[in-house]
């Protein structure tokens, strides 16, 4: 019944729980910053200058998660070959070759989502994307880049791709294109003899807001989630 001159207000509270399934990166301290690890499905950008760590960061995701999760992962080298890979993680305690032969590690340029589908890959990496955005127009290496990152969310496989910068610790992608289309951007720096790293966005997660230091030791990154760095410190 409704009476003239009277407000109703009826208020019905919704508690909404939503659970976040996360992929474990097996990085020393990494999934300290990120709440327990990578949203699985997302894209993460990694970013840096040169001899920052990049590839190592990346192929460690890839290999630990072979290792620790036996989640069958691809790495997609644009600049480089399986043997040169293999060749510069040797200075880490990784069975590399091993895995391979295993084809727990697989590494293919064409053909990539198919390849993912067809080995049930959970774990991706793209080592570069500057170096894929030179073989496309500039115009449409976004929507390409989208689409087939998007096609990946379908798959349920957590990528990291790469991209080279100058190291410039307002700069997160070579193109201004990458990470605006990743789901989440991870900063390297490299100013000697200190290393850094900077989670700079993760959709669908809370993560650190603040700078941290991390090594290049004998098992690969170690990132001290506990010690801070200054942003002074970047140039």
């Not at 474990?24 to 990120?34: A, F, M, P, S, Y």
């Not at 496989?157 to 990458?178: H, I, M, N, P, W």
Request: glycine share 8%; aromatic share 10%.
């Amino acid at each position: 019944m409704f009476f003239p001159g009277k407000l109703f207000l009826i208020t019905i509270n919704y508690i909404i729980l939503v659970y976040m399934e996360r992929v474990k990166t097996g990085i020393t301290g990494l999934d300290q910053l990120l709440q327990g690890g990578l949203p699985k499905g997302s894209s993460v950008l990694v970013s840096g200058g040169n001899g920052t760590g990049k590839t190592i960061l990346s192929m460690q995701y890839i290999y630990e998660g072979a290792r620790q999760f036996k989640e069958p992962g691809i790495f997609v080298s644009v600049e480089s070959n399986a043997k040169s890979i293999a060749w510069d993680m040797q200075s880490f305690s990784w069975e590399i070759h091993s895995m391979q032969e295993n084809d727990k590690i697989s590494r293919e340029l064409e053909m990539i989502a198919e390849k993912v589908r067809e080995m049930n890959a959970k774990r991706l990496v793209i080592d570069s994307t500057t170096a894929l955005a030179v073989w496309m127009e500039k115009v449409e290496f976004r929507p390409k880049l989208f689409d087939f990152l998007d096609q990946l969310k379908d798959l349920n496989c957590t990528t990291l791709f790469t991209s080279e910068t100058r190291g410039d610790k307002t700069q997160f992608s070579a193109y201004g294109v990458e990470e605006f289309v990743a789901d989440g951007v991870i900063a390297l720096y490299f100013v000697p003899p200190n290393r850094s790293i900077f989670v700079r966005k993760m959709r669908g997660t809370g993560h650190s807001a603040t700078l941290h230091p991390f090594e290049i030791t004998d098992s690969g990154i170690l990132i001290k989630p506990k010690e801070q760095v200054m942003w002074e410190a970047i140039k």
